[in-house]
């Protein structure tokens, strides 16, 4: 899909508009119509109507009689869009969003863990153990630290062989690569490899109660660094990323 002609033209734009959108760029001056749209970025029409059309169905736009196009409420914006979560997320450092992304990963993540210790297959299991080795051998420097703690994540996702699970990958593949990145700043440290340990662990010996609890240990212990973390912490977090 992404080889066709025009369309990386059109996620390249898809992607400015999002961030402008998102900070706010058009709450005053009102959304900028197709043809002003192309001549700003010198687009085709082609493109910068798919764009938007995107863009709509992300919840960020709507085309309404008389007003043309205009950007909607971010109450209205499709939070689990991995693209509006991103975009969200980059705007500025927002605590109170880790911390409400955190919480829904509370009532997701412990659930399949039990779910995996269940179902997952041996190709499942084999997933998870590779997960964990490149987490340790990332402590080790011989790893992408941020990378192999997501594949640990996701691999338990795919593990529990129930499709809606496995469809929330990019969802978190992308919340938790700011997410991560994030509280790993705030506190200076990677994640914990016994705490992974005690939930592959658990989901080989098929022990769903134990994988949940492992797993929502993790979870809660970066929720509290989340809510300890004061505005100024955060504030000198940002500083250092820019």
Not at 200 to 206: F, L, T, Y
């Amino acid at each position: 899909m992404r080889t066709q002609p025009g369309l990386s033209l059109t996620y390249g734009l898809v992607e400015a508009l999002g961030q402008a959108i998102v900070t706010g760029e058009y709450a005053t001056v009102g959304f900028p119509t197709e043809g002003e749209l192309a001549k700003q970025f010198g687009a085709s029409r082609t493109v910068t109507r798919e764009a938007v059309k995107m863009l709509t169905a992300k919840g960020l736009l709507s085309a309404r009689p008389r007003h043309g196009t205009v950007v909607e409420p971010e109450a209205d914006w499709n939070l689990l869009d991995p693209d509006v979560l991103r975009w969200l997320l980059e705007r500025k450092f927002s605590l109170r969003l880790l911390a409400e992304f955190t919480e829904m990963r509370l009532g997701i993540e412990p659930a399949a863990a039990a779910l995996a210790a269940r179902n997952a297959d041996e190709a499942g299991l084999e997933e998870i153990r590779k997960g964990l080795r490149r987490m340790k051998a990332a402590a080790e420097g011989e790893d992408d630290a941020l990378s192999a703690d997501i594949a640990f994540h996701i691999s338990i996702l795919n593990a529990t062989k129930n499709p809606f699970y496995r469809e929330l990958h990019e969802l978190v593949n992308t919340a938790l690569r700011i997410s991560i990145r994030f509280t790993n700043r705030i506190k200076g440290r990677t994640a914990s490899i016994p705490s992974h340990e005690d939930v592959a662990e658990a989901i080989i010996a098929r022990d769903a109660d134990r994988a949940s609890t492992a797993m929502r240990l993790i979870i809660v212990d970066v929720l509290e660094l989340i809510r300890a973390a004061s505005p100024s912490t955060e504030s000198e977090a940002a500083r250092r990323e820019a």
